[in-house]
């Protein structure tokens, strides 16, 4: 689809309903066919942090399916996404102190992950510093991910976005990386990327070192796969402390969670038509 004009396309926050989930529920992931939701559960220091879906009943209504079978540890297992083909990744720190990788992939079918790897070479390779988000292209060749830095404290020091390309089994950095994300990044904290399917528009979370400690979503685009991306823009229709976009495969909708009442739930804006 053609690239709309403003973030401010997007209006009319909705909640969306999980059916027979009781809990928190972040970091949305909307599957490419539209059927199933992934999220995960509270990401609070010293929870046992694991992977959901459920399957859609109606334009704003889920039905909760359980765990996501295999993909879950007794650490921390968030951040949910996959390719066009199934393969499917997600964030974990089940053996960080041993390898320092923390992303995963695996094969989704019926509910579970199976064949689960850790994503090899996307890691810094340095202690503290931690692969917190991220999201996978539509055809499996890119991963669009999070550099953090974290120094003992639950937000990290640093974070901005990074890109990584598939080599064979494995991904490797995008040598220009920084040059594509230059704009996007920015001295605030930069996390929870979310590509289109054309990867023209990136959708992200920035939050303000000293600030309010409130979250926002933010939208940056290129004209071209090759090209920069521009400074980004506030997403406005998302208010509150927001987090964890993910745009749906047409790009008409985007999803996030949202801290309401104290505790998480998962809504939507709808890109506006012409």
Same mark, same amino acid.
């Given at each position: ?5 403003? /973030?401010?396309?997007? /209006? ?5 309903? *999980? ?10 992931? &909307? ?14 220091? %010293? ?7 459920? =399957?859609? *009943? %109606? ?24 390719? =066009? ?17 923390? #992303? ?11 064949? #689960? ?10 202690? !503290?510093? #931690?692969?917190?988000?991220?999201? #996978?292209?539509?055809? !499996? ?21 990074? &890109? ?15 040059? *594509?994300?230059? =704009? ?10 979310? *590509? ?19 979250? @926002? ?33 047409? %790009? @008409? ?22």
């Amino acid at each position: 689809m053609a690239l709309s004009p403003s /973030a401010s396309d997007f /209006a009319g926050p909705q909640r969306v309903e *999980i059916r027979g989930y009781e809990g928190d529920s972040m970091e949305p992931f &909307i599957s490419r066919d539209d059927r199933f939701l992934f999220f995960n559960d509270s990401n609070a220091p %010293g929870a046992d942090t694991n992977l959901h879906y459920a =399957q859609r *009943i %109606g334009e704003l209504s889920f039905e909760y399916r359980g765990q996501v079978e295999g993909a879950n540890s007794s650490e921390l297992d968030a951040v949910a996404s996959m390719d =066009q083909a199934g393969r499917f990744f997600f964030v974990s720190t089940r053996n960080y102190l041993q390898t320092l990788n923390s #992303i995963f992939s695996g094969r989704f079918a019926g509910g579970s992950v199976s064949e #689960i790897v850790a994503v090899s070479g996307v890691s810094m390779d340095q202690l !503290g510093y #931690i692969n917190f988000d991220a999201e #996978i292209s539509l055809d !499996g060749e890119r991963l669009y991910f999070v550099d953090g830095l974290f120094r003992g404290g639950a937000v990290p020091e640093r974070a901005d976005m990074a &890109i990584a390309v598939r080599t064979g089994n494995g991904f490797e950095r995008h040598p220009e990386s920084d040059v *594509i994300l230059g =704009q996007a990044n920015t001295r605030a904290l930069e996390y929870a990327p979310s *590509i289109s399917a054309d990867e023209l528009e990136l959708f992200f979370t920035r939050l303000e070192p000293g600030g309010s400690m409130s979250p @926002s979503i933010f939208r940056s685009v290129r004209g071209d796969p090759d090209d920069v991306f521009r400074t980004g823009e506030l997403v406005s229709a998302a208010q509150g402390f927001v987090e964890g976009p993910s745009l749906s495969l047409d %790009g @008409s909708v985007l999803y996030y969670h949202k801290l309401e009442d104290g505790v998480f739930v998962i809504y939507k804006v709808t890109r506006k038509g012409p």
